[in-house]
């Protein structure tokens, strides 16, 4: 086997065994991840501080609620102060949880709401959350924006998911 046939040979293995997988490319003159998952598809994630300045409501439920409504909330985000451009919102940006079935424990959910109204309450500190941008989201000249006014927090398996990494295969 020649050097050359041994290159193009690992080569190949590599984008092979890169598409199978979970990898991460970071696109780093942007404030975004991509993550290409197990099916090819990218997942722009974002990594941001909600803060007294960006945050301008959060849905306020009792603890009974939030769990009667599968740990699912909303709140909203200052669009003039989201890193991502989105030009045919006319409004600010929702951001919501996704609901999960009863059976599924929505507590690390609940904790991170807490910490969300306690944001709101006091107006000082800051609560880093990690959020997806599929499936609202589309490639320009300039990089992605949102096509719609809305976003997500990262969820994956019924989970809540508080980092921009790529996620470890089933």
């Known amino acids: 086997m020649t050097t050359f ?13 890169s ?9 780093t003159s942007a404030p975004y991840t991509v993550n290409v998952g197990g099916n090819g598809t990218a997942y722009y994630h974002l990594l ?6 960006n945050l301008l409501s959060v849905e306020r439920v009792s603890q009974q ?11 909203i985000i200052n669009q003039a102060d989201f890193p991502i451009p989105a030009p045919q919102c006319k409004s ?6 996704p ?3 009863p059976q599924h424990d929505v507590s690390e959910k609940y904790q991170l709401y807490l910490a969300i109204v306690n944001l709101v ?3 000082q500190g800051r609560v880093p959350v990690a959020i997806e941008l599929n499936p609202y989201v ?7 924006q949102l096509q719609h006014c809305n976003v997500f927090f990262r969820h994956s398996r019924n989970h809540y998911i508080p980092h921009i990494h790529a996620l470890e295969p089933n």
């Open 5 to 17: 046939t041994r290159l193009v040979s690992g080569l190949s293995l590599l984008l092979f065994v």
């Open 19 to 27: 598409s199978c997988s979970n990898a991460a490319i970071t696109e």
């Open 48 to 53: 941001y501080d909600l803060s007294p300045k």
């Open 65 to 75: 609620q939030f769990v009667a409504n599968g740990g699912q909330f909303e709140l």
């Open 92 to 97: 600010d940006i929702i951001l919501r949880m």
């Open 99 to 101: 609901w999960v079935a």
């Open 121 to 123: 309450d006091t107006q």
């Open 138 to 144: 589309a490639i320009n000249k300039d990089g992605i």
